[in-house]
Every structure is written in C-alpha cells, then in structure tokens.
C-alpha cells in the first residue's frame, strides 16, 4: 500500500521500450510512441492526484537526432499533438508545464506549440510538468560551466566563488529540487545521459514493463518500493 504521506515530491522518468512494445505486437514503431503517449497521459493524471510535486519525462534526448527522420519527425508531431489535445486539461488541472532542454533548435510548430504550453500554465500552482526535450545531461553541465567561465572572463565572478549553487544555478533544473525516484522502463538499467547533475541521491527503480505498458498501476507499484528504500544521503 502506498503511503499517502509519503508521496516523493519529485519522480523523474525515463519513458523506454515504446520500439520493442510495437515490435511485440509487429506494429510500427511510431505505433508504440503513439501508445506511449497514452500510458504519459495517465501517469501526468496519476502523479497530479497524489500529489506528486514536480515530474519529469524523457521525451528527447540530445542523442535521439541519431534515429531515422522518419522517426524523429514522427516523435515531434506527437510531441504537437499531444499538446493540442491535452493543453486545456492540463490547464484546467493547475499543471505547469517546464521544457528541460535546448528546445528551441526543434521544429518550428513544436516550439510554437510548447511556447503555447509554457504561456497558458505559468502561473499553474499544481504539479509541475517538466518535458525533457533536446536535453541531454553533460549538455546541460557543460552550458553551465560555460556561463560561469563568462562571467569569471567578464570579472563578475571569481574562479574560487564557483560552488555547486553556482553551477546549479545555470542548469535547466534551477529552482527545482532533486528527482527522488528516477524510473526507467523496458529493462535498461542506465542512466543514458538523464539527469546526471540531479541524480546524485536519486533512488533508482527498474521495472521490465515496456512504456506503453506503464499504467497507474505500475507506477504505484514503484512508489511502493521507493517507500521501502532507506535513503541515508551518505549518512548513517
Ligand atoms: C523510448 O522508446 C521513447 C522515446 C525515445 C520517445 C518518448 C516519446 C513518447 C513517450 C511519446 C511522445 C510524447 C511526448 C510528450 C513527446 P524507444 O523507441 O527507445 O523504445 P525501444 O528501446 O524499445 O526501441
């Protein structure tokens, strides 16, 4: 049983196994993004209603651009869909989306419509959304290294004032706190460039079940057992 006390404020995931659900049932494989959409809408419902604090999802990593631009197109297009269809219900449920990520090089509609996103929820005050999108973890460290060094270049900032607020300041993350649980789906047991920085303490939980298969259900599941780790932050 879930206790509703202890709910973490933060559950990052890793949305993996939507190709090898398709492949499964000798589907296409857009056939398993577009399933997998469905199993992101229930678990942005199902992390709103118990309380889940801030969410975020792997939707593209800067690594993705590698795969057939069939499916990369395919993946935005959802990616606009899925905004489309969902904005007014996110709306209406007080979510804040966030984008984590160098979005603004995707395609043009999908910035507009992520633009859109960003603009209707801001001033949300329910769970906030976080779509990582064109993100990639070193990417991340290495733009906020680089702001530093232009500042400490610029001398508004001295080598020895850079501290992990520092850099955290710069990251896509600033303002939010550590992912307690991170999820990956499918089997894999990697971290594929997520997260890198914020993961530090992170409790990681690996479940088989493919994306598209990840119901409510399963989710509580992983809850459960993120409520049975004892987290010592590298205390006793
Ligand atoms: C991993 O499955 C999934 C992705 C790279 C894309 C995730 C996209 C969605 C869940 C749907 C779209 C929703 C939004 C908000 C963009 P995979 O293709 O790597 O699976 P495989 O490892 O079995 O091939």
Do not use: C
């Amino acid at each position: 049983m879930i206790d509703f006390d202890r709910i973490p404020a933060h559950v990052a995931v890793i949305m993996d196994g939507n190709g090898r659900w398709a492949q499964s049932r000798n589907l296409p494989h857009m056939a398993g993004h577009n399933a997998g959409m469905l199993a992101l809408k229930e678990i942005v419902k199902a992390s709103s209603t118990m309380g889940v604090q801030y969410l975020t999802v792997y939707a593209f990593s800067t690594e993705n651009w590698k795969r057939s631009m069939e499916e990369v197109s395919g993946i935005f297009k959802l990616l606009v869909l899925y905004i489309e269809k969902e904005l007014k219900e996110l709306h209406e449920n007080n979510v804040k989306v966030k984008i984590l990520g160098d979005y603004e090089k995707l395609p043009k509609d999908a910035v507009k419509s992520l633009q859109r996103s960003l603009e209707t929820t801001k001033d949300n005050s329910g769970l906030q959304f976080n779509i990582a999108l064109n993100y990639g973890g070193r990417d991340e460290i290495l733009r906020s290294v680089k702001k530093l060094a232009m500042e400490v270049e610029a001398g508004k900032l001295k080598a020895e004032e850079i501290t992990e607020e520092t850099i955290v300041k710069y990251l896509y993350t600033a303002g939010i706190p550590d992912p307690d649980m991170i999820i990956r789906t499918s089997g894999e047991m990697r971290l594929s460039n997520y997260l890198l920085w914020q993961s530090a303490y992170s409790e990681f939980i690996f479940t088989d079940v493919f994306w598209p298969d990840f119901s409510k259900k399963e989710y509580e599941k992983t809850i459960e057992i993120f409520q049975n780790r004892k987290r010592r932050f590298g205390g006793r």
